[in-house]
């Protein structure tokens, strides 16, 4: 099946600076990647995704590469501020063949990311 | 819009009392139906996916069970709970339809047990 690892597990930045969080996948087959923020005891609320025929994507201060070659994605979140602080999954996922296959994300372990004011 | 109920948010369970987890999604027919659960506040761990009433996978060998009765509605049980249970139970639901690759997964807001 397929696997994800997200680096780093912690990260804390100064207000301001740039934030990077980087993910692997090991199934080629995978086609979509989405990105959740997870504030303490609140679930994961998606933040920005990105699908495997697009290489960049940006939201406001939020952007996410994906390579397909190198099996690897990136967050990058610019102009960081203390209400960017919560832990951040990246996921991947394969689509069955079939339109009731359904679908399943498969998480990466979580980056806590801390801006310091 | 489409929402997602799970309830009870909070459940203190003796070891080896049975439990029941309840989800219902509004809005959308047919969803994809997801139970997760996390640990420690980290890792998202896939209990069990069903794409129908009555159809579920499962993906980690436990003692927990899942059914689904009703299109909109998951429901995540145990006979006897371990102390290893305990955790952050989120339910989640996708479209089943509509794009070509996999979709975005939408949580509810999870029910947290303790197994004392």
């Known amino acids: 099946g397929e696997n994800v690892e997200q680096h780093p597990s912690t990260l804390s930045v100064q207000e301001g600076d740039s934030a990077v969080i980087k993910c692997t996948y090991s199934?080629?087959?995978?086609?979509?990647f989405p990105w959740y923020k997870q504030e303490l005891g609140k679930r994961p609320q998606l933040i920005i995704d990105?699908?495997?025929?697009?290489g960049e994507k940006k939201d406001q201060r939020i952007a996410v590469t994906l390579n397909k070659t190198a099996k690897h994605f990136s967050l990058h979140i610019t102009e960081t501020q203390p209400e960017d602080s919560a832990v951040y999954f990246c996921?991947?996922?394969?689509?069955?063949?079939?339109?009731?296959?359904?679908?399943?994300?498969?998480f990466g372990e979580g980056t806590q990311l801390t801006v310091n004011p | 819009s489409q929402t997602i109920h799970q309830w009870p948010a909070t459940l203190v369970q003796p070891v080896g009392s049975p439990l029941s987890l309840e989800c219902t999604v509004e809005?959308?027919?047919?969803?994809?139906l997801y139970w997760y659960r996390q640990a420690a506040g980290r890792g998202l761990q896939l209990l069990f996916y069903?794409?129908?009433?009555?159809?579920i996978s499962s993906e980690v060998p436990q003692n927990l069970s899942a059914s689904r009765p009703q299109d909109r509605q998951f429901i995540l049980s145990s006979k006897k709970l371990l102390l290893s249970d305990s955790g952050f139970y989120l339910c989640?639901?996708?479209?089943?339809?509509?794009?070509?690759?996999?979709?975005?997964?939408?949580f509810g807001e999870g029910s947290w047990l303790t197994v004392v």
């Open positions: 989640a639901w996708s479209p089943l339809t509509g794009a070509v690759s996999g979709n975005t997964i939408y």
């Open positions: 199934d080629s087959a995978s086609n979509y």
């Open positions: 990105i699908r495997s025929n697009v």
């Open positions: 996921a991947a996922s394969i689509r069955g063949p079939l339109e009731t296959s359904g679908s399943r994300l498969t």
């Open positions: 809005g959308t027919s047919n969803p994809n």
């Open positions: 069903s794409v129908g009433i009555g159809q």
